[in-house]
């Protein structure tokens, strides 16, 4: 049973997955220099001295998803800009279900997802362990198979979903040293109380599935997300973005336009369905003249996705008693995509649908939801604003949002703060690090009552109401990152970062915490 993934052939970083191997080719025309201009002089000697005792060493990278996740976004580049300095990369991405009548692996790797990140108030049962640790004796039949990971110096596991094949791949290669990633909100206070479900997780996947004995782990940059009994294997960093990729370059504006229309597109083809079943789900078209309060994220239950559609809906309403007209109200925009490891994707969607028209019926036509095919270019468009006519300095004002609960990172932050929109974020997790105050952003409190939606909605009103100060804040969320973001949420610096990780294994030398290359890296 073949997994069906999205044609990923024709973007900056070319992506596809032998079925028979389960690797992943990636290729790209980017070079080393042209990354080398994007950093100062200083954070390019930090990445060629780390990548320099890497030279010829073989890494292999294994994980259930080639799109969709955050795994997905940054494994190509990195794969690709490791081969650049010589060093032997591999990206494996497993097989998800074999038969068509097997029990979904990712219904347990999900759940063990939202349980670690305090979601769902469950726990794993042995039956979830049996059905996590089968799906990867049967992929590790194919993986085991495979010279490059036979061969392999470091073997990198990211996330439970993979846990379980550490032993497979020793049996084949005894010598390989090995790293897990740990791309999650997890919490140690609970890790480390037993009997709580979070315990459990963390120690079925450090003690049954073998991950304690990892050379090293890598995690987000926040003590609470430390494993127990992990903290002196365990090294910082953060997620990243790509420069180069079509998320993030700098599109033309009959990209900009293609974009929109793909998404706009997309929304014909639900309405189409909708219409035919007398649903309340007909949504507006993006309007590029419109100003926009946007959320780009998978559908998943740790994004907060309703609290984005009451921040919306709320920030019109504020608007609309200060007397702006109607047809001059932000949309609200809540899109994203799925990943073929999260059976999240339909459920969230329709209840965010739900949401809309029962408790936003008065809001619905200036609200969009969408779930939408794999299409990198489309999310960017979105954080786009161009001028409605040539006499216009600017367009439309755009704020980002992200208002998850629980969250490792989240890339597409920094992706906000790089085409100079000002984000509202909520201070869960890791994410609070990615927004400086008052410049790029503001971080919401999510400790209160009404989790701080109050001031978020004042924030927005504020930007959307007065163009000198929103093009004030552009101008400032530019320059932070300049000096912050593309410094520290990029792919040189993920690279650097994770160089120096393997470097340090093959050395034996102790783990530490340094990740900022702006403050105390070496």
Request: glycine share 6%.
């Amino acid at each position: 049973m073949q997994q069906s993934y999205a044609d990923r052939t024709n973007e900056a970083f070319r992506v596809s997955r032998d079925p028979i191997t389960y690797e992943v080719d990636v290729s790209s025309e980017i070079t080393l220099e042209d990354y080398k201009p994007l950093i100062p002089a200083s954070d390019w000697e930090f990445l060629e001295k780390w990548a320099a005792p890497l030279k010829g060493k073989s890494i292999v990278f294994v994980n259930p998803t080639m799109a969709g996740g955050g795994v997905a976004m940054l494994r190509p580049p990195l794969v690709h800009m490791m081969r650049l300095f010589g060093i032997e990369a591999h990206w494996f991405v497993m097989q998800g279900k074999f038969r068509p009548k097997d029990y979904d692996p990712f219904l347990v790797t999900k759940l063990m997802h939202n349980i670690a990140q305090r979601r769902v108030d469950d726990r794993l049962s042995e039956k979830g362990k049996k059905i996590h640790q089968k799906w990867c004796r049967k992929n590790a039949e194919v993986l085991t198979q495979q010279p490059e990971i036979q061969n392999a110096d470091i073997i990198m596991l990211d996330d439970p979903q993979p846990a379980p094949l550490k032993k497979y791949f020793e049996a084949v290669n005894p010598d390989v040293k090995f790293v897990w990633r740990n791309h999650i909100d997890t919490s140690h206070t609970l890790m480390a109380e037993p009997g709580t479900p979070q315990a459990e997780i963390a120690e079925y996947v450090m003690d049954e599935c073998g991950i304690r004995d990892v050379e090293a782990v890598v995690a987000h940059p926040v003590i609470e997300f430390m494993h127990p009994g992990m903290e002196s294997k365990t090294f910082f960093a953060p997620a990243t973005i790509e420069p180069f990729d079509d998320l993030n370059r700098e599109l033309m504006p009959d990209e900009i336009q293609e974009g929109i229309n793909f998404i706009n597109m997309s929304i014909d083809e639900l309405n189409a369905s909708s219409i035919m079943v007398d649903s309340e789900d007909v949504m507006p078209y993006i309007d590029e003249r419109k100003q926009r309060l946007c959320l780009i994220a998978r559908f998943d239950e740790s994004k907060g996705m309703g609290n984005a559609l009451e921040l919306g809906a709320r920030t019109r309403k504020q608007l609309r008693s200060q007397g702006v007209a109607e047809d001059a109200l932000p949309q609200i925009i809540v899109v994203g995509n799925g990943s073929i490891d999260d059976p999240s994707g339909v459920p969230i969607f329709e209840a965010l649908l739900k949401l809309r028209r029962e408790k936003y019926a008065d809001e619905k036509d200036g609200m969009v939801v969408m779930r939408l095919p794999h299409n990198y270019v489309a999310m960017n468009a979105l954080m786009y604003s161009i001028p409605i006519s040539e006499n216009v300095v600017g367009g439309p004002s755009i704020i980002g949002m992200q208002m998850s609960f629980a969250e490792g990172m989240e890339t597409r932050i920094t992706d906000w703060i790089s085409h100079g929109v000002p984000v509202i974020i909520s201070n869960c997790g890791g994410m609070f690090l990615q927004v400086k105050e008052g410049k790029s952003g503001i971080v919401l409190d999510y400790n209160k009552d009404d989790y701080d939606l109050t001031r978020g909605v004042a924030f927005a009103a504020k930007l959307f109401s007065e163009p000198n100060m929103y093009s004030d804040y552009t101008a400032s969320t530019l320059q932070t990152s300049k000096n912050y973001n593309e410094r520290e949420f990029t792919t040189t610096a993920n690279a650097t970062r994770l160089f120096r990780v393997f470097a340090k294994v093959f050395q034996d030398a102790p783990a530490d915490t340094k990740w900022k290359l702006t403050e105390d890296f070496e």
